[in-house]
């Protein structure tokens, strides 16, 4: 549930999402469920000559890595809910 929370307060921000086939899409975070899924607005694929289709919805189970916008880490409040996680609480 750390990183569902945490990937709620970034709705509205611009993020990369690379899925496990390697492909890369941008776009603003519009919703993400307990799973992970993720739907993005106004999107654009990285390598837009490799892959010239695009999907709006993802699956959390195909996702590799979400990039987040630098302003968009709060390091100490990701440090203080990892700790919370792992003491059970």
């Known amino acids: 549930m750390l990183f ?21 899409i941008k776009g603003i975070l519009h919703s993400v469920d307990q799973y992970l899924n993720i739907k993005l ?5 990285v390598d837009q000559d490799k892959y010239p289709h695009m999907e709006l919805f993802h699956k959390g189970s195909v996702v590799r890595y979400v990039q987040l ?4 880490v709060d390091i100490d409040i990701l440090h203080d809910a990892t700790r919370r996680e792992a003491r059970g609480g």
């Open 41 to 45: 607005e106004n999107t654009r694929v």
């Open 69 to 72: 916008p630098p302003d968009g």
């Open 4 to 24: 569902f929370s945490y990937f709620k307060e970034l709705v509205g921000k611009e993020v990369t999402v690379e899925l496990k086939n390697d492909l890369a």
